[in-house]
């Protein structure tokens, strides 16, 4: 299978990606959608809704050869947190 090559910048990508899911995809989704992964093609606006980003991003590519996906979590920025969220470390001292 050969790779899909990237057509906008990171930064156009993300431009996309977030302005379609905040103007067409949020106000159409169920309350029980929360947390969730939506996977966006960012170049039709095809999306899919799924607990499991793979099996999302699985059934979009099915759909739209060649998508090029945007994830995200349902009224999250981001598909995945990193780091202090959640922490239990003791905070830095301040000098």
């Known amino acids: 299978m050969a790779q899909t090559r990237p057509r906008y910048s990171k930064e156009e990508f993300a431009r996309r990606g977030d302005e ?10 169920p309350r029980d959608a929360r947390g969730k992964f939506v996977a966006i093609d960012i170049k039709t606006g095809a999306f899919e809704v799924d ?45």
């Open 51 to 95: 607990a499991n980003e793979q099996m999302a991003s699985d059934r979009l590519s099915a759909r739209v050869p060649g998508a090029q996906i945007w994830l995200r979590r349902v009224d999250s920025p981001f598909a995945r947190h990193f780091g202090g969220r959640g922490s239990t470390s003791p905070p830095l001292p301040m000098h």
């Open 20 to 29: 379609i899911y905040t103007r067409d995809i949020h106000p159409t989704l």
